[in-house]
């Protein structure tokens, strides 16, 4: 498939609006077009059906989270300060786009067994570099050293996937990022009195 920049972008972003406006099920091809300012027939030069958009729509915006913690694991921080930044950003960026925060805690998880493996693999770069922070801070000791690093990662990620969608069900009435250096804290020091 052709990947012209400008309408394949106006596509995906418009896909990502009217997914979180209409559902998954019922964001007709014609809704995205229509979002996107192109003929329907538009829509079908760019990807091959629905379901190649929403994981064109997921691969396109998980590459601003991959991008955003490359950027991050580069900067002279400790291990512990990265992670928070992580988590920063990760906040961020969906609390930025409140569309694209409803597609990824809502709508995908509503996609058939096939899209969520498709997802899964896109989601995989992503979560190495998870791995790789919390393996930093093992090696540097900054976390423990018998640290369950597979363990860590899925609390990390999930941690911060469950505060997300707390916030989308409850309609984003609060600020995310403000609660990120709470999330970070209770990551690292967990419940115990300090």
């Not at 791995?131 to 899925?154: I, P, S």
């Amino acid at each position: 498939m052709k990947r012209t920049k400008p309408k394949y972008k106006q596509i995906v972003d418009a896909a990502v609006i009217v997914i979180a406006e209409n559902g998954y099920h019922q964001a007709q091809v014609s809704k995205i077009a229509k979002e996107a300012g192109v003929a329907d027939g538009t829509i079908y030069l760019y990807f091959k059906n629905k379901e190649d958009i929403l994981i064109s729509v997921f691969r396109e915006k998980m590459t601003i989270f991959v991008e955003n913690v490359k950027e991050i694991l580069t900067k002279d921080l400790s291990t512990s300060e990265k992670l928070g930044k992580v988590v920063e950003n990760h906040f961020r960026v969906l609390q930025d786009d409140p569309h694209l925060a409803i597609v990824t805690q809502l709508e995908l998880r509503q996609s058939n067994k096939d899209l969520r493996f498709q997802i899964n693999n896109v989601l995989k770069e992503y979560l190495i570099l998870l791995d790789n922070l919390l393996d930093t801070g093992v090696k540097n000791e900054e976390f423990a050293v018998d640290l369950d690093l597979r363990l860590a990662r899925q609390m990390l990620f999930g941690t911060m996937d469950e505060t997300i969608t707390s916030w989308v069900m409850n309609e984003q009435k609060y600020d995310l990022v403000s609660l990120a250096p709470k999330v970070s804290k209770m990551l690292l020091h967990g419940f115990q009195q300090k």
